[in-house]
């Protein structure tokens, strides 16, 4: 999805949702959690207007402070006037159990169950634990040395 910025003599200059999101996920590079961005066409003094929505989660004053002035002075070179707006993630069983991969997962359990019976649960519990614990390990490692 492409937000339009604004139109030049030389043309429309586009901006990617998912390219400003990578960018200002990369600004960041801590724990904070980026949930959205938007962007308005045209703000004050022909800059454009972005709103992003950060994780709010046990952080201290002192860093959303600097989260807060980091962002705006990133984004004015580019003619985008940034502001963070500070975000509680809801979490309910009701949020929970209305995702299908909740629900998928249930199923795959006790299908497993059934047919395989408790040792062959746990086996396949144990396995599945494994590969996941070994694959976000590399993932980890993966990311801290391409951003390196």
Known sequence: ???LWKTTPIGIIRISCDGLMEFAD???????????ITLSPEGRKGEADISI?????????????TVEK?????????????????AVPERSIAAILSSPHVWAGIASCSA???????AGFFWVMFWGAAA?????GLNILVRKFWRA
């Open 112 to 118: 497993v169950l059934v047919t395989a019976g408790a």
């Open 70 to 86: 980091h962002f705006p002075a990133v984004f004015k070179p580019m003619g985008i006037r940034a502001s963070v707006i500070w």
């Open 53 to 65: 929505v950060l994780s709010e989660e046990n952080l201290a004053s002192d860093v959303k402070k």
């Open 1 to 3: 999805m492409y937000f």
């Open 26 to 36: 990369d600004v960041l590079r801590s724990r904070l959690r980026l949930y959205s």
């Open 132 to 136: 996941w614990f070994i694959v976000h």
